[in-house]
């Protein structure tokens, strides 16, 4: 069932809608518990939009597995996503920043407030998220310490490769994630990929997670696979070291994403297009694990090139 969560007029006899599609069970018994799976909030992270397309096609080609209620939100900034914008169009504002929302406010706090309110309730709540246009993410979840008991529980059942426990003090207070947290619904924020991009091998691997999850939920009765058992980054454990450009140029890596890494071995170069030179030729730090690695290849100085997990690996 697709319904209209939000809708407002624009000019030129146009309007804008956000729309969810509910399916049920075949058979309700009316105790059924709910699910809200949400993406698109920024319009330029399109990783999501291949998850929620097979999870509504799977689910709709075995709708006898199906024992409770999954709301799935494709395109929340649906403005945004239309012309690949992050933000809100026209009115430069950030969505994943007017959270819990206002229903007497402008219209992305009104929009805010009807996305909060239709999702209360649910038993889970998964935002799925990109990277930007200038990093490629692993598939990952990072959550706040105060939040980690509640949530680590679902986020190892989610196939990923990484989760990230952030001190509190690193969580913007106005995101959704943080908003639904807030209010009681327990809210799992999915990264991976890069802006502007969909990787199928990504949304394949969130997608066998969300059936996982499912069915420990006692949601679904079907065939899922057994989740891989993520890699757990929090404070004072293993340390997450970041590498920076010290020059400009163009970035040519050497080194792999989601690969082991030694101290001193080659991440890779930023060269100069016009003179031939090498202007900075960028050595590990540290051993690890590179989980995020610049795709974008023109940096500045500054500009972030890699995450690594610290550790054998």
């Known amino acids: 069932m697709i319904k209209s969560v939000f809708s407002i007029d624009l000019p030129v006899l146009e309007s804008m809608h956000i729309w969810k599609n509910r399916i049920e069970p075949l058979?309700?018994?009316?105790?059924?518990?709910?699910?809200?799976?949400?993406?698109?909030?920024?319009?330029?992270?399109?990783?999501?939009?291949?998850?929620?397309?097979?999870?509504?096609?799977?689910?709709?080609?075995?709708?006898?597995?199906?024992?409770?209620?999954?709301?799935?939100?494709?395109?929340?900034?649906?403005?945004?996503?239309?012309?690949?914008?992050?933000?809100?169009?026209?009115?430069?504002?950030?969505?994943?920043?007017?959270?819990?929302?206002?229903?007497?406010?402008?219209?992305?706090?009104?929009?805010?407030?009807?996305?909060?309110?239709?999702?209360?309730?649910?038993?889970?709540?998964?935002?799925?998220?990109?990277?930007?246009?200038?990093?490629?993410?692993?598939?990952?979840?990072?959550?706040?310490?105060?939040?980690?008991?509640?949530?680590?529980?679902?986020?190892?059942?989610?196939?990923?490769?990484?989760?990230?426990?952030?001190?509190?003090?690193?969580?913007?207070?106005?995101?959704?994630?943080?908003?639904?947290?807030?209010?009681?619904?327990?809210?799992?924020?999915?990264?991976?990929?890069?802006?502007m991009r969909i990787t199928k091998q990504f949304g394949d691997q969130i997608t066998e997670g969300i059936f996982c999850l499912l069915k420990e939920l006692g949601m679904w009765d079907g065939e899922v696979i057994t989740p891989k058992t993520p890699i757990i980054s929090s404070e004072g454990q293993s340390e997450v070291t970041m590498v920076h450009a010290d020059a400009s140029g163009v970035f040519l890596p050497a080194a792999s994403h989601w690969m082991g890494i030694k101290k001193g071995e080659v991440i890779g170069d930023i060269v100069n297009s016009l003179t031939g030179e090498i202007n900075q030729h960028i050595l590990a730090p540290c051993d690890g694990m590179i989980f995020t690695l610049r795709e974008y290849p023109v940096v500045n100085k500054g500009s972030l090139i890699v995450r690594i997990l610290g550790g054998n690996f």
């Open 27 to 195: 058979h309700k018994t009316g105790n059924e518990e709910r699910i809200c799976i949400v993406s698109g909030i920024h319009g330029d992270e399109l990783e999501g939009q291949y998850i929620c397309y097979e999870i509504i096609r799977r689910i709709n080609a075995n709708l006898q597995h199906l024992h409770g209620i999954i709301d799935i939100y494709p395109c929340l900034n649906p403005l945004g996503i239309e012309s690949l914008t992050r933000g809100i169009p026209a009115f430069d504002l950030d969505l994943n920043r007017c959270f819990p929302g206002n229903k007497n406010g402008d219209m992305a706090e009104n929009a805010a407030q009807a996305i909060v309110d239709d999702i209360l309730g649910a038993k889970l709540c998964v935002d799925l998220h990109s990277s930007n246009i200038f990093l490629r993410e692993i598939p990952q979840v990072r959550m706040i310490e105060e939040n980690a008991k509640m949530l680590l529980p679902y986020a190892k059942l989610l196939n990923l490769d990484f989760v990230w426990i952030h001190p509190s003090a690193t969580v913007q207070n106005a995101t959704l994630t943080h908003a639904l947290n807030s209010s009681g619904v327990p809210t799992i924020a999915v990264e991976m990929g890069t802006g």
